[in-house]
């Protein structure tokens, strides 16, 4: 991909335009979706689009400055420049839309709202009703504002700083209390504003209705404490152990068996895979409910049961 265009759009937080290196139009993404973005000393970042999902002249990101991070955001906002190319993966959709819901809230925290953004040109693309709250600590950490205000669904987006007058900041438990007939609520943010959100929606928001994404996987608890078990491969047949400290993907890779891998914190849903027998102990934050019946994320999470066996 070649960058198009780099601007410093809100403090900490630099928009990029990317487009083929050829000027074709890129792979159709959907609304939700992600890009991992491959950076130098192996480092790999994956960036949501927030661009209008019909668009297929580019893949429009939002990047954070994180100053405790590994260095990707770093090297994004001072290293890459216009005209630069650099290396992506195809989309990749682990917050999709249901795009037959009659009214869909969207809610977003900080740099979250690049997912939303484009959930929010998709649902009014469709002319679904929705609702678009976004939160900022000041104004001058609220990216896009301009372009949200420009958009054909400006009617719908409230804007709420944290440091703004009392009468415009967002009444979590009030918006929630209430679920439209057949809403879905999407939310995309810091973990500590998920959690508030998913924790309030919960007596009124059934468990299916309820959409998340996190940025960085903080709650993964330290592996003092973890016991080793064994993974069997249904399919391949062997089995291996993995000892305390050591995730399952690592093992199967020194083992020859390669498992895509992208976050590697469960957050992506990359290494998810089907589980035929075995308790899993989910540490990830992209599963449903649902599918923690049966699946897992092998880059993080581990096992209740002495033996986990895989659909591998
Ligand atoms: Fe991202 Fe496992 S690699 S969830």
Redesign the pocket.
Known sequence: MRVASKRVCAEGIAAFDLVSLDGSDLPAFTAGSHIDVFLPGKLTRQYSLRNDPSERHRYAIGVLREPMGRGGSAYMHERLAAGDTIETSLPRNAFELDETAPFSLLVAGGIGVTPIIAMAYRLNALGHDFAFHYCARDAKRMAFRDELQASPFADKVYFHLDDGPAEQILDLGNLLARRPAGGHLYACGPSGFLDVIVAKAKATWPAEAVHREYFANISTPPATGDMPFTVKLARDGRSFEIAPGRSI?EVLAENGFLV?????????????TRVVSGEVDHR?L?LTDKQRADHI????SRAQTDELVLDL
């Open positions: 993907v895509p891998v992208s976050c590697e914190q469960g957050i992506c849903g990359t290494c998810v990830d992209v994320t092998l880059c993080c």
